[in-house]
């Protein structure tokens, strides 16, 4: 069998270059990222202040099938966005977490609510 015919493992996916041609910067922040960001800003509306329990709050909320429990992730996300030092943060870690899954090319997006 050719090897072009095999599916790939995820260990070979994960060791490939990769292209992200539309990502949002306000969608992809490290959950202590924001806990830490709206401790210092004075943000109280987080559905909680735990790392492991925000990112799943996060992704259950992506994986809802449900618009407006999707979009409600983003009152969070942008309302710790607001401070040039917090967008820099959120872009060096974008950057870092893109490069360590192996993206060598990025189009990042900012939304405009920032």
């Excluded at 492991?52 to 999707?70: I, M, P, T």
Aim: proline share 4%; net charge negative.
């Amino acid at each position: 069998m050719s090897n072009l015919l095999k599916t790939p493992t995820r260990d070979q996916i994960k060791r490939l270059p990769k292209a992200l041609l539309h990502d949002h910067l306000d969608g992809g922040l490290r959950p202590q990222t924001i806990i830490d960001i709206a401790k210092e800003i004075g943000y109280n509306a987080l559905p909680t202040t735990n790392a492991a329990e925000l990112g799943k709050w996060f992704g259950d909320s992506c994986d809802s099938g449900s618009l407006v429990r999707y979009l409600e992730t983003f009152e969070h996300t942008i309302a710790v966005m607001q401070r040039r030092e917090d967008i820099v943060r959120v872009a060096k870690e974008c950057a870092l977490d893109l490069a360590r899954d192996g993206v060598v090319y990025a189009e990042v997006r900012g939304a405009p609510e920032l």
